[in-house]
């Protein structure tokens, strides 16, 4: 709000809030001073929203998102791993599936 008054007058902020009962709230707040003639700060006018519904669902998605790149990854080496036993994996092998970890020097032995 200092900023808004001292600036050019816009204001955006998110903020948190914690409530008595321990209960977390997010709040969005925007809005603008309107300066008089002599460009003195004269009256701010803006709202501020509950936007607490819409972090929890951004936090699930990210948690979400996460545990379906883990869960790939898991997967994608239970599959490396079921196809060849780890005495017999060469440097051909590691070519097929994974060709940017293969030195230049082995790359087609």
């Known amino acids: 709000m200092t900023l ?3 600036g050019d007058g816009i204001y955006d902020a998110t903020f948190r809030l914690v409530l008595p ?4 709230r997010w709040i969005a707040s925007h809005g603008r001073t309107e300066f008089d003639g002599a460009g ?3 009256i701010v006018r803006g709202l501020s929203l ?5 972090k929890q669902a951004e936090e699930e998605k990210q ?12 997967s994608l080496m239970g599959q490396l791993a079921s196809r060849f036993d780890a005495s017999e994996v060469a ?4 070519e097929k599936y994974l060709p940017a970890l293969v030195p230049p020097r082995y790359q087609g032995i």
């Open 4 to 6: 808004a008054i001292e």
């Open 21 to 24: 009962t321990g209960e977390l």
């Open 40 to 42: 003195k700060p004269n």
């Open 50 to 54: 509950d936007i607490t519904a819409r």
């Open 63 to 74: 948690l979400l998102q996460q545990e379906i790149a883990h869960a790939g990854r898991v």
């Open 91 to 94: 440097y051909t092998d590691a």
